[in-house]
């Protein structure tokens, strides 16, 4: 079985025909995302059918977030010496509006963090965060665990927590 349900974008996917409902995220995908690949601003992934149709999307970049923008709790655990700690950002996540509702936004997620978790590995990362586009993505992302950074829209899961999650479902193999 393959390790991932998604693959990288590649020039037979039907970008241009990918609607989440949400313009900016239409928009991305299919006009601006070639150009973040191409800069290595970003990496795509995508879920899809035998037709090339995308069923859905991710991206994952490396970003930094300074000590002040993460809760006091975890921040006094840190070595001062790390002002910027480095972070996964998820930085857009959408399923296509003809498979919402079947289970995808969460398979792309778990996804998503299993690939954030094993690239953690090799470069680290402390947590993955998001910025979510409205209301209705906060309780998305709520319901998987994700808590908010103080004074930002953005929302947080650590990697530990990420880590045992995979490990528990490693385990259930
Ligand atoms: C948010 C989005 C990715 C969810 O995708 P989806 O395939 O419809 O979601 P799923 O069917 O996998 O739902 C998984 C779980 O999340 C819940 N859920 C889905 N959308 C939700 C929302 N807006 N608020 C709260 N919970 C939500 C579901 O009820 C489900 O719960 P369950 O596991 O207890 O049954 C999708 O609606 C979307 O693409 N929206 C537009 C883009 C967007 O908001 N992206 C996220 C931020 S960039």
Redesign the pocket.
Known sequence: MDRYLTEPLNPEHRRADFT???PS?DNYIQKQVGQDIKRKLAACFVLSNEKNEIK?YYTLSNAGITREQIPEKIRKKLPRAYYSLPVTLLG?????ER???????????IDSLKRAFEASGVIGSMTVV?????T??V??????GFIQLPDSGKMFLPMKTIELLMRGSDDQK
Do not use: M, N, W
Request: hydrophobic share 40%; proline share 3%; charged share 25%.
């Open positions: 989440c409902g949400i995220l859905g857009r996540l959408a399923v296509d498979y919402k509702g079947q289970g995808l936004g969460k398979l792309l997620l998001v910025d979510p586009i409205d209705e993505a309780s998305f992302y709520q319901r998987f």
